[in-house]
T-cell receptor, first 118, second 110 residues
Framework: GAGVSQSPSNKVTEKGKDVELRCDPI?????LYWYRQRLGQGLEFLIY????????KSGLPSDRFSAERTGESVSTLTIQRTQQEDSAVYLC????????????????FGSGTQLSVL | RKEVEQDPGPFNVPEGATVAFNCTYS??????FFWYRQDCRKEPKLLMS???SGNEDGRFTAQLNRASQYISLLIRDSKLSDSATYLC???????????FGRGTSLIVHP
């Protein structure tokens, strides 16, 4: 498809289980972002990839959260030992490479994964 | 203090009204600014980038005030379909990571 694809669209899990969320960015987009959005709240930055490397992981809330990206394409966000406070929509976005002199590149978002931890 | 702040609203306006939202940013190194629109239970989509000189796209006008560190969005002749949450985002020089406000809810009624 032409847009950012995320799977699954919904995930219900039990507290303590691990979950893996997947993001397929737009082809050719080297920048990839993960954000989290709790109900009625804004977007909380989690991690940014440029290519396969993550120059900024500062937003990951705890060491239970990790992310990787391979082939400058697909990214997975893994949450270990899920807690109820992890319940949120996890949004992935991609954009063309952001480099000096070209910073106005817009983000294209996927439709998100709604995670519910019971 | 949050890096990007918005009045959550809701702003409740009749069709045809003009409505304006402001968004303040705290980091003076912010250099790129955006307005995104998010419909209920949908992903955000770019509405417009905000340029230093201000820019207009149909009924929408975006302005940047660097001295007071805020951006604004003006919507003229509001339509029912404009009802949504409007998120502003600011990106600091060299970070390449947009920081989003929590959004302003707009409800346009008949």
């Amino acid at each position: 498809g032409a847009g950012v694809s995320q799977s699954p669209s919904n995930k219900v899990t039990e507290k303590g289980k691990d979950v893996e969320l997947r993001c397929d960015p737009i082809s050719g987009h080297t920048a990839l972002y993960w954000y989290r959005q709790r109900l009625g709240q804004g977007l909380e930055f989690l991690i940014y990839f440029q290519g396969n490397s993550a120059p900024d992981k500062s937003g990951l809330p705890s060491d239970r959260f990790s992310a990787e990206r391979t082939g400058e394409s697909v990214s997975t966000l893994t949450i270990q030992r899920t807690q109820q406070e992890d319940s949120a929509v996890y949004l992935c976005a991609s954009s063309l490479a952001k480099v000096q002199g070209r910073t106005n590149e817009k983000l294209f978002f996927g439709s998100g994964t709604q995670l519910s931890v019971l | 203090r949050k890096e990007v702040e918005q009045d959550p609203g809701p702003f409740n306006v009749p069709e045809g009204a003009t409505v304006a939202f402001n968004c303040t940013y705290s980091n003076s190194a912010s250099q790129s600014f955006f307005w995104y629109r998010q419909d209920c239970r949908k992903e955000p989509k770019l509405l417009m980038s905000v340029y230093s000189s201000g820019n207009e796209d149909g009924r929408f006008t975006a302005q940047l005030n660097r001295a007071s560190q805020y951006i604004s969005l003006l919507i003229r002749d509001s339509k029912l379909s404009d009802s949504a949450t409007y998120l502003c985002a600011a990106e600091t020089r060299g970070s390449y990571i947009p920081t989003f406000g929590r959004g302003t809810s707009l409800i346009v009624h008949p």
